[in-house]
């Protein structure tokens, strides 16, 4: 196992890992500096124009709505944010760029610093490290290409390529970490959480499967007290936490085989390659480009007043861990199920929805019912919570009617079932079903005396002091009431009948 | 066939006739055609003649005459300020229906698919599209003997360059091919061939006119600009394209004022109370010739007499200018040339081995040897480890000769230098040698580098030569009124027939010259 090995290597060695993670402003309804829609996908070469396309004599025009984005996420994370920051010019030939240069941002990014506190592990190994953030800056995406002839898509072996430009021009936000990160873990949960504030923020939809949040890491090993960093490699292609998890883990200890073995590493990019299971070099350095930074003229450069950023700042939603301490301190909800509500932006949403209907009396009921009956529901039907039937209303009725006494917190469960299978709320189903819980106790009474009746040993064994008997009439008058009647009475009635 | 001479009509007489219904804009674009068939083999001003968009715009300001009439109207307050005046295009603006080539084999059959926003906005004010002007490959130049396509020919001496990079824009309005022009100027590739065609030829303010769909050279130097014979009409021109626009980022908000009223100010009321420096540093510079020299210190004698009031100033950090430009603009230029690169449009070699062969041979073959010179000048200049020393230098000399002017134009209204060192320069004569050439604009460029405006207006013949000599009057930040106020004043005492005498039709023997006998 990958694991076992990975924690081997890491007794002897200490790997060094920096992150770069490209975000799209997916939020935003127009690319960086043109008009055309932002999306995934699509006829290729039909959300594109002179701008996007790089067409003579076109000119960009920045895109305001995402530069408030990224200074957003740079308060997120305590960036500090520029006062004055401008737009430059990347130089570069590829064809997936239209202009042959990215516009992108160098020494004057909008954000500057910042930091996240990561909780890595459970139990007794759990720990929280500070992952420090280099800066954030904004660029345009590229075209995607098509490599056409070759194995999976690769260019290796490819006969030609096609470019789509769907995508060129879609606002880009870059952190880049310090070389703060230790372990594959540490990167994992950092780019976990990362994910959940932008997704609070409400200015991506991150998806790593399509690519609008891609994660490159750098890493590097050296011996645990050295100071001095060892040579790194540039990994790409890790297209979802687990990847990212494991792209690392088999970086390193490829990197620790090959010292261990007198080799040395190079400087270079390589592609994660999660069939394999290994990486591969994708390019040396040595053929790194000089990049030609310069101003971009066709822009004027931004101020950001204290006022804007003040402004900007009183947008900023209530985040994971606030809303975390919020679950638990006004709450009353347990550390782990806080925790677990509020790394979903749509599992936090719903549960605060339900809360604003229903009040925070029920927080522990509503939270049991979400973690249990609602996610095995969400599970099996593999959807997502804003696909489900149930509404956090609905929730909300439901733990109403097993307050009231109306049913059973078994037949909750029940109702649970039929209303997600359903849509009907909890109040019709309990109406339809005539699932209304007994709590006459003449009726209960009756119940009683006919299982006596019925079994008159188990009385005696009973009365006689074997009192785990108790449960078997429980379960008898239960199924006598068709299970209707409140637990609570027939333990009561039972007790004082054959006491 | 038409019975008017086009070169006698300003772009003011041809409106008034078109709205009196003197004549229509059809017999002027109809005459305007005839013209250029019969000047443009020898003058060689258009890399692409357009007639049917030209009647058709023609057709078109004619109708709207008939309609506003019909609704009970006055064509007068109804038709463009450019009402059926027929303009020329310099190749690197686009326009639909035309190629855009930047007079490059790179470019060669590149079609626009979407206006320039000045281009658009000079044929709504009613202009009639002649035809795209020949110009220096991607504006590098100062002779258009740069281009892809073969040299101008100046209409005052066909043996000599109409001066460049707007050169086609600059020769088609000199020979009346075209009433009014634009051109694109970044290091004076408007004042000079104005200069040197006897041109009037404005390089607004940056930030004046949109760049939006003028294919970039420097884009913080770039400014779009007209050409004209006279002031009035220049100033008319510059109304009608400049203002704030939303796909420029960098284009002004500012609002555009009554130009033309300016340049009637100026033409009726002299120069009284006008502060006039002559900027003598630059005036005295090795290579200026003596007798443009006299033309600019007779300019401001002619100042004097006007009520204004001459004194000298100097502009010392000029000096860096011709420097400063040559490091900035080819390092803009070496960006913004990138994308033509053969993948998506223009001149792409057969058969590549892979992408990267696809560029080197694509653009060394769609490339010519000036484009190639400027965009190895920037690339150089950009590089890791000479960033500073080169761009940051040269942009540090930039601010000083803003602070320069910023500083003059605290003493002064306008300034006076001559456009150019010279008069017209022969065919071939300074093509063996770049600096040579580069030197043509040591006057122009601190305007860009500062971003001012400046106009060149025609300040008479050179005596030993006959060819037109070109005075620049620059101003402050957005102070074009002055500039043409001041332009116009000067324009009227000094009597400049701008048509030049046509000698080359008898001597040719081309169809010009018989129909001039007809």
Known sequence: MAKDRLAQVLEDWEAVIGLEIHTEITSSNTKMFCGC????????????????????????????????????????????????????????????????YQISQYDLPFCDGGHLDVQVGEGDGAYETRICVTRIHLEEDTGKMVHVGGAEGRIAGATHSLVDFNRAGTPLMELVTEPDIRTPEEARRFAQKLRLIWLSLGISDCSMEEGSMRVDANVS?????????????????????????????????????????????????????????????????????????FPEPDMVPFQFSEEWIEAVRAKLPELPDAKKARFVEDLGLSGYDAAILSADISLSAFFDSAMSIGGAAKAKAIANIMLNDLAAYLNTEAISIDESRVTPAMLVELVELVDGGTISSKQAKVVFSEMAATGDSPGAIVEIKGMKQVSDTGAIEQAIDRVMTANPSEVEGYRG??????????????????????????????????? | MSEFDVSRLTGAHIREGVVTGQFTAREVAEATLARVEALEPTVHAFNQVTPELALEAADAVDSSRAQAIADG???????????????????????????????????????????????????DAGAVPIGKCNMDEFAFGSSTENSAFGPTHNPWDLERVPGGSSGGSAACVSASMATISLGSDTGGSIRQPGALTG????????????????????????????????????????????????????????????????????????????????????????????????????????????????GEVTLPASAHGLSAYYIIGPAEASSNLARFDGIRYGHRVEDPTDVLDLYMRSRAEGFGPESIRRIMLGTYALSAGYYEAYYGQAQKARTLIKQDFESAFKDFDVLLTPTSPTVAFKIGEKSADPLEMYLSDVYT??????????????????????????????????????????????????????????????????????????
Request: proline share 6%.
């Open chain 1, 37 to 100: 829609p932002v999306g995934f996908g699509g006829e290729p070469n039909t959300r594109v124009c002179p701008v996007c396309l790089g067409l003579p004599g076109a000119l960009p025009v920045p895109n305001e709505y995402a530069v408030e984005a990224t200074v957003l996420a740079g308060l997120a994370i305590e960036s500090t944010i520029a006062r004055w920051s401008q737009f430059h010019r990347k130089n570069y030939f590829y064809p997936d760029m239209p202009k042959d």
């Open chain 1, 221 to 293: 090993i050296r011996r645990p007290g050295e100071t001095e960093l060892g040579t790194k490699a540039e990994i790409k292609n890790m297209n979802s936490f687990r990847a990212l998890h494991d792209g690392l883990a088999h970086e390193i200890i490829r990197q620790a085989e090959l010292v261990e073995s007198g080799g040395h590493v190079v400087q270079e990019t390589r592609h994660w390659d999660v069939g394999a299971k290994r990486t591969s070099s994708l390019r040396s350095k040595e053929e790194a480009h000089d990049y030609r930074y």
């Open chain 1, 465 to 499: 002091g074997k009192t785990t008997l108790l449960g078997f009439f429980v379960g008898q008058t239960m199924k006598e009431m068709r299970g209707q009647a409140n637990p609570k009475l027939v333990n009561e009635v039972l007790l004082r009948k054959l006491g």
């Open chain 2, 73 to 123: 109207l006055d064509p007068r307050d109804v038709l463009g300020a450019l009402a059926g005046v027929p303009a020329g295009i310099k190749d690197n603006m686009n326009l639909v229906g035309t190629r855009t080539t930047c007079s490059a084999k790179i470019l060669e059959n590149y079609e626009s698919v979407y206006d320039c926003t000045a281009v658009r906005r000079l044929l």
């Open chain 2, 199 to 310: 041109t009037v030829a404005v390089k607004p303010t940056y930030g004046r006119v949109s760049r939006y769909g003028c294919v970039a050279f420097g884009s913080s130097l770039d400014q779009i600009g007209p050409f004209a014979r006279t002031v009035e009409d220049s100033a008319a021109a510059l109304a009608a394209i400049a203002g704030a626009d939303p796909m420029d980022a960098t284009s002004a908000q500012q609002a555009v004022p009554n130009y033309v009223r300016a340049a009637a100010e100026g033409a009726t009321g002299g120069a009284k109370g006008l502060r006039v420096g002559i900027v003598t540093d630059l005036l005295q510079a090795d290579g200026c010739s003596g007798e443009v020299r006299a033309a600019v210190e007779n300019a401001a004698r002619i100042y004097a007499d006007l009520g204004a009031e001459v």
């Open chain 2, 445 to 518: 460029i601190p305007v860009n580098l500062a971003g001012i405006p400046a106009i060149s207006v025609p300040a008479g013949l050179c005596p030993s030569s006959g060819l037109p000599i070109g005075l620049q009057i620059m101003a402050d930040y957005f102070a074009e009124e002055t500039m043409f106020m001041a332009a116009a004043a000067f324009e009227a005492a000094i009597e400049f027939d701008a048509r030049p005498p046509l000698r080359y039709e008898s001597a040719r023997g081309t169809r010009a010259a018989q129909e001039e006998r007809r």
